[in-house]
């Protein structure tokens, strides 16, 4: 079991396999030159995290944190490389993860590039909604922080509060202590 805040790898360390999440959220992060922490993809069930590092032999570029309590497994280097000489399908599965990755990792950049952090903060919202889903309350599922709302979406925390405090005046959010609910969910999609 994983507890909320525990360092599953760090940047820089030699990653012995791939770590696969079997219940939780976990974020991945990349330290920039300034020392600014910027998520650059959250893992989820059924989501790995080391494989880039593990096929390219490289140490790990990023690190990974449990955003909430986790159950994770780890599948040891030995055993994933035998797999990968051996069975042709779980070799294909393998890349088409990490094509998709490098997928999701070229949109992001587009969006960094050509969305204002509105529009960015606005998307991320959906995306939690989508993915994660509501609680009973009508409250985002995952809870993220403020910090990690910026870190996301590539902004200062201080912006992210102040644009979560004008999304809420808009009457496109609504809020209780950290959690965020969406209360127009077709206005927040075409924030400008």
């Known amino acids: ?15 012995n396999g791939i770590y696969c999440v079997r219940e939780g959220v976990c974020k991945l992060t990349k330290l920039s030159d300034n020392g600014k922490e910027q998520v650059v993809k959250l893992a989820i069930k059924g989501g790995m995290m080391g ?26 280097r030995q055993e994933i490389v035998r797999d990968l000489q051996k069975n042709v399908n779980f070799s294909m599965d393998i890349l088409k993860r990490m094509a998709q990755d490098l997928k999701t990792s070229e949109d992001s950049l587009v969006n960094m590039a050509q969305k204002t952090v509105k529009q960015r903060l606005a998307q991320t919202l959906i995306y939690v909604q989508t993915t ?31 644009i979560l405090s004008q999304f809420k005046k808009e009457g496109l959010i609504s809020t209780k202590g950290k959690q965020i609910k969406i209360e127009n969910l077709q206005d927040l999609s075409r924030v400008e």
């Open 1 to 15: 079991m994983i507890k909320k805040g525990d360092i599953i790898f760090r940047e820089g360390e030699s990653l």
């Open 51 to 76: 494989q880039r590092s593990l096929v390219s032999g490289e140490i790990s570029n990023l690190t990974a944190v449990a955003i909430n309590d986790m159950q994770i497994c780890f599948i040891p």
């Open 132 to 162: 994660f889903d509501i609680d009973q309350d009508g409250y985002l599922a995952l809870n993220l922080s403020r910090d990690d709302y910026a870190s996301i979406v590539g902004t200062a925390t201080e912006s992210a509060i102040r």
